[in-house]
């Protein structure tokens, strides 16, 4: 930890605001989704704490509104903030789980398909480039369909079967350029197996753009479920998702009832947001050649 605290990356990080801005606004919300059921004034998928006579009630502020519901409630008479905050919790799960399952995926085959090269290298990367020239909110779509089932399940999996190529690809290319390096000549030298130089020279030298693509792909996760949320091919509508919500709420949007899709939108706009400042400093962290004010010439 001390060690952590005391490199020149963890100095660069504190000193740059809209890294540590980016990770308060995460950890502000990642806290919140844990937490959803001790902090949340309604669990608004328990049908036994809903009243119609509750719905489309306006934010405390507005004439009409009253407590405990601080944001309004929906058509169901649900409170907008507790579905928000268990929103945020499939949220983060669909995109935690698609980063760890896809990547593994993905470096697994990156690393074999470019240490060892010839058919294997072909096949797969063809097979990835084949898969990437497709849209990846058409084929999760599609794998929806056929599967004829919705959940947090059959998302991640729909999601993962385009996400592991980005890391493939990437995870490929910085093969190609570590296995050059002379420490991997003079480890074959000595006899050191494949699977020694794989595991112990070349992924750790090959890893640090797996971790910035990662942090990318989070907020495009996060993004693409919501979007298939909104489409009514995500999650069932008896599960907590920030796109299912905006979607309810577009169809009372000329009926003045904004609340309904403000804050969600609002809540998926800041968790993105919170992804991509951290993103952006991991990226320049990583390569210092794009560094702000830090251009390596």
Same mark, same amino acid.
């Given at each position: 930890m001390i060690r952590i605290l005391r490199s020149r990356r963890f100095y660069h990080y504190i000193k740059d605001i809209s890294a540590v801005g980016g990770s308060l606004i995460l950890l502000i919300m990642l806290l919140c989704a844990?937490?959803?059921p001790i902090i949340a004034p309604q669990n608004p998928y328990d049908m036994r704490t809903l009243y119609l006579e509750d719905s489309l009630k306006p934010p405390i502020w507005m004439k009409g509104g009253e407590a405990p519901f601080l944001l309004g409630t929906d058509d169901q008479g649900r409170d907008i903030l507790s579905t928000?905050? *268990?929103?945020?919790?499939?949220?983060?799960?669909v995109g935690f789980s698609v980063i760890i399952i896809a990547g593994m995926i993905g470096v697994t085959i990156g690393l074999l398909a470019g240490f060892y090269g010839g058919l294997l290298d072909t096949v797969t990367m063809r097979l990835a480039d084949a898969i990437f020239s497709f849209s990846t909110t058409l084929i999760a779509m599609l794998f929806l369909a056929i599967l004829k089932t919705r959940g947090i399940g059959p998302v991640i999996i729909a999601i993962i079967i385009t996400d592991w190529v980005r890391y493939a690809r990437i995870m490929r290319g910085s093969v190609l350029s570590v296995k050059?390096?002379? *420490?991997?000549?003079?480890?074959q030298a000595v006899g050191a197996s494949d699977f020694r130089i794989m595991l112990k020279h070349i992924l750790p030298n090959a890893i640090?753009?797996?971790m910035v693509i990662a942090a990318v792909d989070f907020g495009a996760v996060v993004m693409l479920e919501a979007t298939l949320s909104f489409l009514g091919v995500g999650v069932p509508i008896n599960k907590?998702?920030?796109?299912?919500?905006i979607s309810i709420g577009k169809n009372y949007i000329y009926a003045g009832k904004w609340w309904l899709i403000v804050f969600p939108g609002a809540a998926l706009v800041l968790m993105v947001f919170g992804i991509n400042l951290l993103a952006d400093w991991l990226r320049e962290e990583i390569n210092p050649k794009i560094s702000k004010g830090k251009l390596v010439k």
């Open positions: 844990i937490f959803a928000i905050l *268990y929103g945020c919790r499939t949220s983060f799960t050059e390096e002379d *420490y991997i000549s003079a480890a640090p753009p797996i907590p998702s920030l796109g299912m919500m």
